[in-house]
T-cell receptor, first 110, second 119 residues
Framework: QQPVQSPQAVILREGEDAVINCSSSKALYSVHWYRQKHGEAPVFLMILLKGGEQKGHEKISASFNEKKQQSSLYLTASQLSYSGTYFCGTVSGSARQLTFGSGTQLTVLP | DTGVSQDPRHKITKRGQNVTFRCDPISEHNRLYWYRQTLGQGPEFLTYFQNEAQLEKSRLLSDRFSAERPKGSFSTLEIQRTEQGDSAMYLC?????????????????FGNGTRLTVT
């Protein structure tokens, strides 16, 4: 089942902060975050694993609430380059693939 | 690391024709995935290979779709008797994972995709 992302879209000014949420009805093993710019491939940002391990870029922060099956991606002091569509991908049970949400479109204005 | 490459970048075909796409993963990666993405949606899983073995296929995938990964290197995705509903971006991704078990903590590296338009 597809995870649910919120908000669907957000517009902010350079330097402002944003939070993107991802929730699932299934017990999750891991949550993955990707960013996709228009016409380009999705690019890996971060993995959050059950148990607290995280892998990803130093400038990106995220949380994973294992009890609530929710994850949040925190974008602080946003830059123009942060613009794009952010997808969370979830892994539950014995799945061998990521199931992606429908995305959050982030627009950073100067 | 030369990245994942896909060919062609764009394909326009008439309904009923067959099309084939190619994906060259990162050379040391043992897992290869095909996803499909339509406008405003996230990537939707189609199928997955561990080396040359196709280990999983989406239940939603029509029998008109077939994929191969001979010798565990490049992969091809063929769509037979295309329909207008097949129009989408077809993304290939690869990863390096130990064993054949569940997907865990390995990032997916995506190619730029093949955009299919069926007229």
């Amino acid at each position: 089942q597809q995870p649910v992302q919120s908000p669907q879209a957000v517009i902010l000014r350079e330097g402002e902060d944003a939070v993107i949420n991802c929730s699932s009805s299934k017990a999750l093993y891991s949550v993955h975050w990707y960013r996709q710019k228009h016409g380009e491939a999705p690019v890996f940002l971060m993995i959050l694993l059950k148990g607290g391990e995280q892998k990803g870029h130093e400038k990106i922060s995220a949380s994973f609430n294992e009890k609530k099956q929710q994850s949040s991606l925190y974008l602080t002091a946003s830059q123009l380059s942060y613009s794009g569509t952010y997808f969370c991908g979830t892994v539950s049970g014995s799945a061998r693939q990521l199931t992606f949400g429908s995305g959050t479109q982030l627009t950073v204005l100067p | 690391d030369t990245g994942v490459s896909q060919d062609p970048r764009h394909k326009i075909t008439k309904r009923g024709q067959n099309v084939t796409f190619r994906c060259d993963p990162i050379s040391e990666h043992n897992r290869l995935y095909w996803y499909r993405q339509t406008l405003g949606q996230g990537p939707e899983f189609l199928t997955y290979f561990q080396n040359e073995a196709q280990l999983e296929k989406s239940r939603l995938l029509s029998d008109r779709f077939s994929a191969e990964r001979p010798k565990g290197s490049f992969s091809t995705l063929e769509i037979q008797r295309t329909e207008q509903g097949d129009s989408a971006m077809y993304l290939c991704a690869s990863s390096l994972s130990s064993g054949t078990g569940p997907f865990r903590g390995s990032p997916l590296h995506f190619g730029n995709g093949t955009r299919l338009t069926v007229t």
